[in-house]
């Protein structure tokens, strides 16, 4: 895997961060130059994630966990299943589980946090299926974008997943993008949008408006975590 980027926390603050996605749980920590990472699927409960997470990183030292979670969050606990892993998640003791301090918060707006720089963002994470959060002058509203009607009463994750896009191929894929853009920048009105997630390397033409934001910003979100007074 790459180096990730500047990243906010401090030694004598030490943090685990765990993006749990669709494809992959990816992990960093705090003093660790490179992350690590194992497949995740349709069948992964919290207690093997957790399991794997701390036999992975045996020679970490840290001290809290920020965990990017791929579905709705609410006062930092899981308020539902994801839809791409297994069940369990709502209720789980990550704080008993991890023996540590645990912040939980949307994996979407947990990387929208480590990409922003000002104003007003929206951020859209094209993966395994569609991420969203906006930021207003810091304040973070994670958004659940994907399960909503679009098209013929497909959901705009059913027509911009990793299932549309093998399905339909990258052109016809490419054009709902841009589709997208168009009508989340007039609903939200964002001064920017920044794209990420592991198919926005496809997006090869963005428009003015549009970032490309690097997937390791994820984990500087997660590290930024502990310095907002609530997880959202």
């Not at 790459?2 to 004598?12: K, L, S």
């Not at 001290?63 to 297994?86: A, F, K, T, W």
């Not at 428009?207 to 979100?221: I, K, T």
Request: proline share 6%; hydrophobic share 40%.
């Amino acid at each position: 895997m790459t180096g990730t980027a500047d990243r906010p926390d401090r030694p004598d603050r030490r943090t685990l961060v765990v993006d749990v996605g669709g494809t992959h749980v990816k992990c960093l920590a705090t003093g660790a130059r490179f992350d690590r990472y194992f497949d995740s699927g349709p069948d992964l409960e919290p207690a093997v994630m957790v399991a794997r997470v701390l036999e992975m990183t045996g020679d970490w030292d840290y001290d809290r966990v920020s965990i990017g979670y791929p579905g709705p969050v609410r006062h930092g606990r899981p308020c539902q299943d994801p839809h791409n892993l297994g069940p369990g998640w709502v209720g789980y003791d990550f704080e008993g589980a991890f023996r540590r301090p645990v912040r939980v918060i949307n994996d979407a707006a947990m990387q929208a946090l480590g990409s922003y720089h000002g104003g007003r963002m929206l951020f859209l994470g094209f993966g395994t299926g569609l991420g969203s959060a906006l930021i207003v002058d810091g304040a973070i509203q994670p958004l659940e974008l994907a399960h909503l009607p679009w098209q013929n009463d497909a959901t705009y994750e059913s027509l911009l997943g990793e299932a549309a896009l093998d399905r339909d191929g990258v052109e016809v894929w490419k054009d709902r993008v841009h589709e997208v853009f168009d009508l989340f920048r007039l609903a939200f009105q964002p001064d920017y949008i920044v794209v990420g997630g592991g198919n926005a390397r496809l997006l090869d033409k963005l428009p003015g408006h549009v970032e490309r934001g690097a997937n390791d910003l994820a984990f500087r979100g997660g590290f930024l975590l502990w310095d907002l007074d609530e997880a959202p």
